[in-house]
C-alpha cells in the first residue's frame, strides 16, 4: 500500500481508509460509514463519469494531434517535391 501512494495509484485518503477497513470491529465501522456516505453523496458514481469522460477526452485529443501529425508531414512532403521541381525548373 506504501508503494502505491508513493507511485501516485492510491490517494492518502484511500491509503487511511484501507488502514482503518482493515483493523476488525473498527474496520465493520468505518466500511459501513462509507457505504452510507456513498448512498448520501454518490461520490464514487461522480467520481467514475468525471473519469470516463477524461478518458473519452484524451482519446478525442490523442487522435486530433495524430491527425495534425500527418498533415504536417503531408506539408512536409508537399514542399520538398515543389521544391525539388522548381529547382529542376531554373536547372
Not at 477497513?21 to 473498527?26: A, D, E, G, K, R
Not at 473519469?51 to 478525442?60: C, F, N, S, W
Not at 485529443?61 to 501529425?69: L, M, P, R
Amino acid at each position: 500500500m506504501n508503494q502505491a501512494l508513493k507511485e501516485g495509484k492510491v490517494t492518502g485518503e484511500e491509503m487511511a481508509r484501507g488502514i482503518a477497513t482493515s483493523i476488525p470491529v473498527l474496520g465493520d465501522f468505518v466500511a459501513g460509514f462509507l457505504n452510507v456516505r456513498e448512498l448520501l453523496t454518490g461520490e464514487k458514481a461522480e467520481i467514475e463519469a468525471i473519469k470516463k469522460e477524461a478518458e473519452e477526452t484524451l482519446k478525442v485529443s490523442e487522435a486530433q494531434v495524430k491527425v495534425a501529425q500527418t498533415y504536417r508531414d503531408t506539408l512536409r512532403e508537399v514542399g520538398t517535391a515543389s521544391a525539388k521541381a522548381n529547382l529542376a525548373a531554373w536547372a
